[in-house]
């Protein structure tokens, strides 16, 4: 009787943990989410915005610049009354954990879903549980979900358990990226949202910071004897959120039929030796532990559901008759012998004087690497010869490495290009009057030399990276040092041990890209300065995708400093290396992973950022736009810059680069797209040299001036501001972009704009 009703407000769905996270979110119709792309969690928030767009949600969602600012919206709508979501992945979880003790100390709950995935570097976006080891001193609750029915049921608990009045702490949800995140399973979710409004209750905060009837202080500075007791409410809080489990867990038993614990022991009756691993491996290590049962060999199998509060006394139970324990953690803690839960595990065994087992530790996984049950029969069958008396095992090691030659050296996989081929000698630039003059840009003669970035990488037909990287390139002559952000130019041209670079190449994240460079330019002065070198060399940093968003203030600050370099930014007008999210030099009403079209939303809802502005405004000596459709217009600017950086400060130059995948537009017509977002003045070229702004192509004067329409027609994510329904939003994108137009036009009449 009890199960027929349980099913009968259930029903089942074939979906992937992102996908389920997503569907929670919406069941639970969070207030807001502020949210930043990032591999492999990036399908929580495209989910959650496309079903938005269809009215299946009322979730505020809000672009951030990164994952740090993502946060901090987060906390900001945390402190306002209502309920928030987040997730992100890896180095994005980093990025962030500045802001996690701020909501935690302030007991402001909100759940965090975290598919996790390796830390950098060297980069790698496979899963293993790096990252969400950080966060076990933030004061968060975390648990562990290793498939996505518990994806879907863990939010609703953290919901709930995260509101309780004693506990009032943010909750994450880990699962494995990659693995839980993206493989489908079948599942069930609750087709009437009001069993889940029953069972995690209307949301009542204790403050506001928008009541001004009742005005609040959030985050005031303490002093020592306030702060310590602070710290000792958190404590206070983990401990209520521990006795509470048990019977949130109850709770959701009543309404799901599904029954979770803190500690999930599986086989241990009985078991002499057991192994203790985390998420979707505990699968794996099931079905090890079923093959030695069969054998007659009595292990099990031990993972936690929660791992922040630790469960200690459940575990020193489950343990309590095993003589020997392999610790397998697919994360490690350098230098501390053991991952973090080898440490907890051990101590918690250590503080019963009556525990008698022997536990060691195994690193696996690392990276994404496959554990396969062989392996897992490995580990178990260690454990007996532990057992049975071996003296030779280490109490810590790795599993699953592979030793390499000890005098491997990778191979040159490139021939380094000379001097003098990377010189064309007709190239002359001339300063007067603090303006730049660029004479002998003959193509016949650039045709000699050769590419810097050899054929061989793997990005899509059409492209526009690589032909403008490929143009400007043709205007600097000499040696040059390249450093790449993370993004579509950095990922398709490098993959250890192979490189398409001919030249020296860096690459940092996305938001320290230009610092990065900053320092490899000071330490060059340096060296130079105390002649260790002799070199005569560029810099350039290539940044696009985005990565002036969450790389702005890197970019600002390089800016200010006036570091001798080059920033070039292909504007590919998304976040395309994680699969099209809206950025924000996406264009008004663009559509796009987060920005999705249907009934309640029509695309992107403010207008593209103008990066080249914001740097112009920053003072240095010069600023620069560029297309593929005006070569040697293109390259006139490459040498320029060239000059500038060597001689002056810091260099920006952005190209609009033609994304076809993504755009929804055709391969073969880049050339041709691009000729039209500068024919219809969506695109200007100019440049700003030592402040002076000068028009370097006016379509007007060259009777080419075509309707913006003529752009937006090519672009099939934008095809749809064109219906007459569109109509009115068109005419907000036509009247910003003929702003924009005059006002470059403008400044280019007159010498003091």
């Excluded at 069930?188 to 069972?199: A, G, L, P, T």
């Excluded at 730049?436 to 003669?445: A, E, F, H, Q, S």
């Excluded at 999210?581 to 029509?602: D, H, I, M, R």
Aim: charged content about 25%.
């Amino acid at each position: 009787m009890t199960k027929a009703k349980l099913e009968a407000n259930q029903t089942y769905i074939f979906k992937d943990g992102n996908e389920m996270a997503a569907l929670a979110a919406t069941h639970i119709n969070f207030h807001v989410m502020g949210y930043y792309p990032i591999t492999p969690s990036t399908a929580v928030p495209e989910d959650i915005d496309a079903m938005h767009a269809d009215g299946e949600n009322d979730i505020s969602m809000v672009p951030a610049d990164g994952e740090h600012g993502a946060a901090g919206i987060c906390f900001g709508a945390s402190t306002a009354g209502g309920r928030v979501v987040n997730a992100t992945s890896s180095q994005g979880l980093l990025y962030s954990m500045e802001e996690l003790p701020v909501q935690s100390g302030t007991r402001l709950p909100m759940v965090l879903n975290i598919a996790t995935r390796t830390i950098s570097g060297p980069l790698s976006i496979k899963c293993d549980h790096s990252d969400v080891m950080f966060a076990l001193n933030a004061a968060w609750i975390v648990m562990m979900a290793k498939d996505p029915q518990r994806v879907y049921d863990f939010n609703m608990i953290a919901c709930k358990i995260g509101e309780k009045a004693g506990v009032r702490l943010p909750v994450i949800v880990a699962y494995d990226g990659f693995i839980t995140s993206h493989q489908k399973r079948k599942s069930k979710c609750f087709k009437d949202r009001v069993d889940i409004e029953k069972f995690i209750g209307k949301f009542e905060s204790e403050h506001s910071s928008i009541d001004p009837r009742n005005p609040v202080s959030i985050g005031p500075y303490m002093n020592e004897p306030d702060l310590i007791n602070n710290k000792m409410q958190l404590n206070f809080a983990m401990q209520e959120a521990y006795k509470e489990f048990p019977g949130v867990f109850e709770e959701y038993s009543k309404i799901s039929g599904r029954q979770y614990s803190m500690v999930e022991a599986y086989r241990m009756e009985e078991a002499e030796t057991a192994i203790f691993i985390l998420n979707t491996a505990f699968d794996t290590a099931c079905e090890a532990v079923d093959i030695m049962r069969n054998q007659g060999k009595k292990v099990g199998a031990v993972a936690l559901t929660v791992i922040r509060p630790f469960p200690i006394t459940e575990l020193q139970q489950v343990f309590k008759n095993i003589k020997v324990a392999c610790i397998a953690e697919r994360q490690d803690s350098p230098g501390g012998w053991g991952g973090n839960m080898s440490f907890e595990l051990k101590a918690a065994l250590k503080d019963d004087k009556d525990n008698k087992t022997t536990a060691y530790t195994r690193i696996f996984g690392l990276g994404g690497k496959e554990f396969y049950t062989d392996d897992a029969i490995g580990l178990l069958e260690e454990t007996i010869k532990v057992k049975n008396g071996a003296t030779d095992t280490k109490m810590y090691d790795y599993i699953g490495i592979e030793p390499g030659e000890k005098n491997y050296r990778v191979p040159e996989t490139v021939k380094p290009l000379s001097r003098e081929k990377q010189t064309v000698d007709s190239i002359k630039v001339e300063m007067k009057d603090m303006q730049l003059t660029v004479k002998g840009v003959v193509p016949r003669k650039l045709t000699k030399m050769p590419k810097r970035i050899v054929s061989g990488h793997g990005a899509c037909p059409g492209c526009g990276i690589f032909t403008n990287l490929n143009i400007f390139l043709k205007g600097i002559q000499g040696d040059v040092v390249l450093l790449f952000q993370t993004g579509c130019a950095m990922v398709v041209t490098t993959g250890y041990p192979y490189t398409s670079h001919r030249v020296s190449y860096v690459h940092n994240l996305f938001q320290n890209g230009a610092e990065t460079m900053s320092g490899i330019v000071e330490m060059y002065h340096e060296r130079m300065r105390r002649k260790e070198i002799s070199e005569d060399l560029t810099f350039i940093m290539v940044t696009g995708d985005g990565g002036n968003d969450i790389g702005m203030a890197s970019t600002l600050g390089t800016a200010i400093r006036n570091h001798k370099m080059i920033i070039l930014e292909y504007d590919n007008e998304g976040y395309m290396n994680t699969g099209n999210q809206l950025s924000f030099s996406t264009p008004l009403g663009a559509a796009s992973s987060t920005s999705n079209v249907g009934p309640k939303q029509v695309g992107k809802r403010f207008h593209h950022k103008d990066t080249a502005q914001i740097m112009a405004a920053t003072h240095i000596p010069y600023v620069f736009t560029a297309s593929e459709a005006n070569e040697i217009d293109f390259i006139k600017k490459a040498a320029k810059a060239q000059y500038i950086a060597k001689n002056e400060g810091l260099v920006f130059g952005k190209v609009l680069s033609v994304c076809p995948l993504n755009w929804k537009s055709d391969p073969a017509l880049g050339k041709e797209i691009i000729e039209a977002a500068v024919n219809s003045c969506f695109f200007p070229l100019y440049e700003v040299n030592h402040g002076k702004t000068v028009l370097t192509y006016n379509p007007e004067e060259k009777n080419k001036k075509v309707p913006l329409s003529e752009w937006v027609k090519y672009i099939g994510r934008m095809k749809h501001l064109l219906k007459p329904e569109n109509k009115e939003l068109y005419g907000l994108f036509e009247e910003e972009v003929t702003r924009r137009w005059s006002r470059i036009k403008a400044m280019s009449e007159h010498p003091l704009l």
